[in-house]
């Protein structure tokens, strides 16, 4: 028998802890956070290419919160879900480019 299958875990006793989908309350999104350094971009490329890196970051965030505020599924991400995200949490509403992006984002994450 393994050592891990002897060994008794903490969580088992109390139980797992809760999620958004089963917790009693809401789980509240972790603000403020500290966002991470940030590197300067590499000089040179064509502007379309700073605007796409940007809106993928923005995207990004927006589906990480999403997720964070139980939306799991891209069929429940409308725009003004996405747009009231945003403001949640601090960036300027994205536009229906962005909010596209977000959900094939939440589409194939899987």
């Known amino acids: 028998m393994p050592a891990a299958a ?9 139980g797992p802890v809760p999620t958004q989908s089963t917790a009693k309350r809401s789980v509240q999104l972790d603000l403020p956070y500290e966002p991470l350094m940030k590197r ?4 040179g490329l064509p502007r379309d290419w700073y605007v796409t ?3 993928r970051l923005k995207a990004m965030r927006l589906a990480i919160a999403l997720l964070d505020s139980g939306v799991y599924l ?3 991400a409308r725009d003004a879900t996405i747009r009231s995200t945003a403001a949640t949490i601090g960036v300027h509403p994205p536009s229906a480019t962005t909010c596209r992006m977000v959900r094939a984002l939440m589409r194939y994450s899987r």
């Open 6 to 14: 002897l060994k008794p875990t903490s969580t088992s006793a109390r």
């Open 74 to 76: 891209p069929d429940q």
């Open 53 to 55: 890196h940007n809106r």
């Open 40 to 43: 300067p971009l590499p000089a």
